[in-house]
């Protein structure tokens, strides 16, 4: 079975400092981990994806995340917090291995950037 | 282009009527899906359709009933809907859905349509 946990209904941060979005997995095989961002009132967009390969991911609007096989983490992160932001961050995971080829996604966390 | 559209954005029903939500893309994906959403609340998956054929339904109620008339259209056809259905209603589409993974596991998201049943 493939499970994700995001363990912050909220997370706040103050503009210019660094953010990080917390999100563990728990899957039998390896994992494929995305996150999304969605702001009010409108779809899911998607901000990167860890498959295979290096660690450390990069994507969107200076978005990152650090894959963590021994803490079975891949939390999001960015340098220096925007206010624009602000939205609602979704990790989900697939595993390829359990048959279930439709990823399951987290409670989400918002994230409150303040000026 | 990464772009799915949605129409109507917005949809007021009574428990009476019938209607209908579309969605396209032209990017090409063969899998298309139906999630539901509520308010700070995950996307809840309704249907999946892999090659224009239904491949999952999630147990969802008949009042909800969804079509592909081709690869780049999804319907979600609604009839005798309660209150409860009230809810965000968002298409996605990926390049494949059974697959080993890379881009064809990455989902695209529409921008929903907002539905109240009063």
């Known amino acids: 079975a493939q499970s994700v946990a995001q363990p912050e209904d909220q997370v706040n941060v103050a503009e210019g400092n660094p953010l990080t979005v917390k999100c563990t997995y728990s899957?039998?095989?390896?994992?494929?981990l995305f996150w999304y961002v969605q702001y009010p009132n409108r779809g899911l967009q998607f901000l990167l994806k860890?498959?295979?390969?290096?660690?450390l991911v990069k994507g969107s609007y200076g978005f990152e995340a650090e894959f963590n096989k021994s803490q079975t983490s891949f939390h999001l992160k960015k340098p220096s917090a925007l206010v624009s932001d602000s939205a609602l961050y979704f990790c989900?995971?697939?595993?390829?291995?359990?048959?279930?080829?439709?990823?399951?996604f987290g409670r989400g966390t918002s994230l409150i950037v303040h000026p | 282009d990464t772009e799915v559209t949605q129409t109507p954005k917005h949809l007021v029903m009574g428990m009476t009527n019938k209607k209908s939500l579309k969605c396209e893309q032209h990017?090409?994906?063969?899998?298309m899906y139906w999630y539901k959403q509520k308010a700070k609340k995950p996307p809840e998956l309704m249907f999946v359709y892999s090659y224009e054929k239904l491949s999952i339904n999630e147990s969802v109620p008949s009042r909800f009933s969804p079509e592909c008339p081709n690869s780049s259209l999804l319907n979600l056809h609604l009839h005798a809907l309660q209150p409860e259905d009230s809810a965000l209603y968002l298409c996605?589409?990926?390049?494949?859905?059974?697959?080993?993974?890379?881009?064809?596991?990455?989902?695209?998201f529409g921008p929903g349509t907002r539905l109240t049943v009063l």
């Open positions: 899957v039998s095989g390896n994992p494929y």
């Open positions: 996605a589409s990926s390049q494949d859905y059974a697959s080993a993974g890379g881009p064809a596991d990455t989902q695209y």
């Open positions: 990017m090409g994906h063969r899998a």
């Open positions: 989900a995971v697939r595993d390829p291995s359990g048959g279930s080829y439709i990823p399951t």
């Open positions: 860890y498959i295979t390969g290096d660690n």
